[in-house]
Nanobody, 112 residues
Framework: QVQLLESGGGLVQPGGSLRLSCAAS????????MSWYRQAPGKQRELVAG???????NYADSVLGRFTISRDNAKNTVYLQMNRLKPEDTAVYYC??????WGQGTQVTVSS
């Protein structure tokens, strides 16, 4: 059973940065593609960024140029570096692995 544990969320001012981590219970080499999603109150869950086994990445238009997805296979961890955060980035952020496995989410709040 795959388990994903997100961390790194919190409260940050507009323009600030956060780095989210998604630690997997096993080797992530079999879990690609891996993705970050987010869900704001009253809205549908949306794809934020994804990464393939080969390292190719894709991003939602709303975060392109501000967010970066990366991975450390040795640590079985995927990251989401979020810069120049905006209030509209406020949401619960989820990690997703191949096979439809989800983490429990981590709250990101961007507010002054």
């Amino acid at each position: 059973q795959v388990q994903l544990l997100e961390s790194g969320g919190g409260l940050v001012q507009p323009g600030g940065s956060l780095r989210l981590s998604c630690a997997a219970s096993g080797s992530i080499s079999s879990m690609y593609p891996m993705s970050w999603y987010r869900q704001a109150p009253g809205k549908q869950r949306e794809l934020v960024a994804g990464i393939t086994v080969g390292g190719s990445t894709n991003y939602a238009d709303s975060v392109l140029g501000r967010f970066t997805i990366s991975r450390d296979n040795a640590k079985n961890t995927v990251y989401l570096q979020m810069n120049r955060l905006k209030p509209e980035d406020t949401a619960v952020y989820y990690c997703r692995a191949r096979g439809g496995y989800w983490g429990q989410g981590t709250q990101v709040t961007v507010s002054s």
